[in-house]
């Protein structure tokens, strides 16, 4: 399924049944695949919508087309418009929990519900502090010796997809409690001009103030946000969050994935949360 916006396809997936949930993937720049397969387990009595966002994925954009964050927060607007519903319900991971913020923001009378895991800190303060504790934790040394020891192994010249794919694993080690639980994420690629482009568009954010000024003029919808206490990504932005939109905060013993280092926990967690039949 397509969504045509602005002259840009978005490739989309549907599955399951029942009310509806639209997931948004991280990145920015990446697309929905390293969701899966766990994010499918919660397609149980409600349907989820995924979809590359524009710059990623299976949704390329030319060079000359626009791919900030607003633009994001546009698409998901117009997919809403499209599929000719009210307000949505939305679960957000990683930068996918900023846009739906921001999305939040931007419609706050077009949101339900909103699930946000793992999500992107909504001041660049945090971002920095993420950035610097990521560069720290792949410095480590059992990580540098497994780099060391792939480089070495010749594997590259034996198998180039199991090596591409090793090299994957330890690419995104830092995210993990147990970097060796990375072999279970799907692999993934970025579009680093999408991902470039939506942080300058940011600038040196602070959504704190507007979130206060939205909620105290809207109603703030059911929201849930799931944090891992292993996560580079600062928890602190997402305590901050939460008191902000009133939100329950699970916190797991877990890095940035949950769905992947804590799988059946995050299921619980979100069918509890989420509409279903």
Known sequence: MLFEVDGVRLFSRRVGAGPLVVVLHGGPGASHDYLLPQYDLLAQGRSLLYYDQRGGGQSPASRDTPV????????????????????????????????????????????ERLA?????????????????????????????QERDMLRASGLRERDPAAYQRRAFELSVAGYFRDFRDAKNLTAFRVTARTQQAVWDSLGNYDLRPQLRDVASRFPVPPSLIIHGTFDPLPIAGSRELAGLLQARLKELPVGHCPHVEATAEFVRVLDDFLPKA
């Open 68 to 111: 900030g964050w607003r633009e994001h927060v546009a698409d998901l607007e117009a997919i809403r418009a499209q599929l000719g519903v009210e307000r949505l319900t939305v679960c957000g991971y990683s930068w996918g929990g900023l846009l739906a913020v921001l999305y939040f923001l931007e419609h706050a009378e077009r949101v």
């Open 116 to 144: 946000l895991v793992s999500p992107a800190s909504i001041t660049a303060e945090h971002r920095r502090q993420f950035e610097d504790e990521f560069a720290r934790r792949m410095a480590a040394p059992e990580i540098k």
